[in-house]
């Protein structure tokens, strides 16, 4: 007999389960009910469509009504709003918003892609036209009509979609300020990756409002609680997303503490024959088994695959989430996959980190960009986190180390990773090799490490080991310059007495001196990143002084932090 499957929603997770199910199974009546006008949409190129890098919104739509029912067979259903399960007659109940006519459907198996919606802040003044929030084409559309006509732009959030829009909001000639409640931009971030991002902010004239918050939208203005007004002709509201999860929870179907819809490996909700995929779930981290929530379109696709092999009958889980995430801010690229340094203090495990700078191909080709790479670890050398900030070659970095990390890898495998070289692409030396270097280095003892957010130690010797001409350029207080080429002949003015602690400009020389001193017998230490980390932690420093006291910490990911070691992968 035909088995009769309804999705709710289409998108990333419900379109990607429908196809793949069509792809399966022959004897399946796939229906798809969605509340919107498209089924399928890129919604991550929706903010440049905004700034006039996409210019035809045309290719927006990933695939058409028309050509997925053709090719798959599908029953789609745009413009039908779902307004109840009735889970013991089997059948979905709602109504087809362009006719206001009710309608009925059966199942045998349901799956709820319903997604995530913008929060709306309960600010005074949110209710006005000129407050968007960015979720589909049609609020694209409101977003890019009201460029057209306002000279400014508020920006309520500092995240992912908050930068994104910023940046091509300003590429459009507007006055852009951004307000976020932490402080620092993008939250899951460790604050001192996030400086060169604030800086291409900064240098490309937004105006960034850190540990601030809005407390009422006027006409043209937003307050904010220190008083300060902004110039704000449109308002974004980019402070998150909630799970569209109202239709779960009147079904009785059960929910995380965040209203997420609870699933197990397989996808299915607390009735067996109920799925939920995508922006409304709550799944798990991949490295602690810990719950979680991440609103991206890539788990939400790998959800639908997933559930589809569920129910054609084979035997799949998901396997959950390391929150591998993207992000470009002008020239400024940055991405992470793991656990974040804060995440890591605030659960109370032990770790280690290093930070590199390594360039993307060799410097003698032309184009050479430095990125700045945080590697986050355990005694063992199971990868935990990384972080990764810079030009081209930050997304590969990252991929090869989620990969890595997701395959069970260590700082030591990274050692001996074997990638492609070619001038173009990359060096002998890969980013990622030299990233396990380094932390394979620390955990050897072959080096001590401070970081340049820590206080030094008191009696400590500063030892800058770059150029005179660098030197000059910019030091750390109370540093002595002796070049790493000239330090063996120049050992006695070192004190013996005192623990040295070796820089450079990002960390290599720094490094050699240090084990040149440590072979001499001095107690040495190098400072991870050098002085181009150091400066930006001054940089972050000074602003932060300026700031209100902490705020809360909105950013983790995770829903609930736990205090013991992260258990064993699984495979």
């Not at 390594?358 to 199971?382: E, I, S």
């Not at 040295?500 to 230490?525: D, E, H, P």
């Not at 932060?544 to 064993?568: C, I, K, N």
Request: hydrophobic share 45%; aromatic share 6%; proline share 6%.
């Amino acid at each position: 007999m035909e088995r009769k499957v309804v999705v709710v929603g289409g998108v990333a997770g419900g379109m990607s389960f429908a196809a793949r199910l069509a792809r399966l199974q022959g004897n399946c009546r796939i229906t798809v009910l969605e509340r919107g006008s498209d089924v399928s949409f890129a919604n991550c190129g929706m903010p440049y469509y905004i700034g006039g890098v996409i210019k035809n919104r045309a290719v927006l739509t990933v695939a058409s009504r028309a050509m997925l029912e053709k090719r798959f067979g599908l029953d789609i259903r745009t413009r039908h709003l779902v307004t109840e399960i009735n889970r013991p007659a089997r059948q979905v109940i709602g109504v087809n918003l362009e006719s206001g006519e009710p309608f009925k459907l059966p199942y045998d198996q349901l799956v709820l892609a319903t997604g995530a919606e913008p929060v709306r802040l309960p600010v005074p003044g949110a209710d006005q036209p000129h407050v968007l929030t960015l979720n589909t084409l049609e609020d694209m559309d409101r977003i890019a009509h009201a460029a057209e006509q306002a000279g400014s732009a508020a920006i309520i959030g500092g995240g992912f979609i908050g930068l994104e829009l910023a940046e091509n909001l300003r590429e459009r000639g507007l006055e852009v300020s951004i307000v976020e409640l932490t402080h620092q931009i993008m939250p899951p971030m460790d604050p001192e990756m996030t400086a060169p991002i604030l800086q291409a902010l900064k240098s490309n004239g937004v105006r960034v409002f850190l540990g601030r918050k809005a407390v009422e939208i006027g006409h043209d203005t937003v307050l904010l609680d220190d008083g300060s007004r902004l110039s704000a002709g449109m308002v974004c509201m980019c402070a998150g997303v909630r799970p569209r999860s109202e239709l779960a929870a009147a079904a009785g179907l059960a929910l995380g503490p965040r209203g997420h819809i609870l699933v197990d490996r397989q996808l299915r909700t607390s009735d067996p024959d109920i799925f939920a995929v995508g922006d409304a779930v709550q799944v798990w981290d991949r490295l602690s088994g810990e719950p979680t929530a991440l609103p991206l379109a890539g788990p939400a696709n790998r959800q639908g695959r997933t559930a589809a092999n569920i129910v054609a009958g084979r035997d799949d889980q998901f396997p959950g989430v390391c929150g591998s995430a993207i992000v470009k801010v002008f020239n400024v690229a940055a991405a992470q996959s793991g656990w974040s340094e804060k995440r890591l203090r605030a659960a109370g495990l032990e770790y280690g980190k290093v930070y590199v700078h390594p360039f993307q191909h060799p410097t003698y080709y032309p184009g050479a960009q430095q990125m700045c790479v945080k590697l986050l670890y355990r005694k063992d050398g199971a990868i935990l986190g990384v972080q990764a900030v810079g030009g081209e070659g930050v997304d590969v970095v990252v991929n090869v180390m989620a990969t890595a990390m997701q395959g069970g890898m260590s700082v030591y495998d990274l050692e001996q990773l074997e990638l492609v070289y070619s001038p173009q692409w990359g060096s002998a030396k890969h980013a990622v090799n030299i990233a396990g270097f380094a932390a394979a280095n620390h955990l050897r003892e072959d080096v001590a490490l401070v970081y340049p957010d820590e206080a030094f130690s008191e009696n400590a010797f500063l030892l800058d080991v770059r150029t005179p001409e660098e030197y000059s350029m910019g030091h750390i207080p109370g540093a002595v310059n002796i070049p790493v080429d000239s330090l063996s002949e120049n050992l006695d003015a070192i004190p013996r007495d005192r623990l040295i602690i070796t820089y450079c400009a990002v960390g290599l020389r720094g490094y050699v001196a240090a084990r040149k001193l440590m072979l001499a017998g001095f107690q040495v230490s190098n400072l991870s990143g050098g002085f181009k980390l150091w400066s930006w932690v001054q940089v972050l420093r000074e602003a932060s002084a300026a700031l209100p006291q902490p705020v809360q910490d909105t950013s983790s990911w995770v829903l609930r932090a736990g205090s013991e070691a992260f258990p064993g992968r699984e495979p």
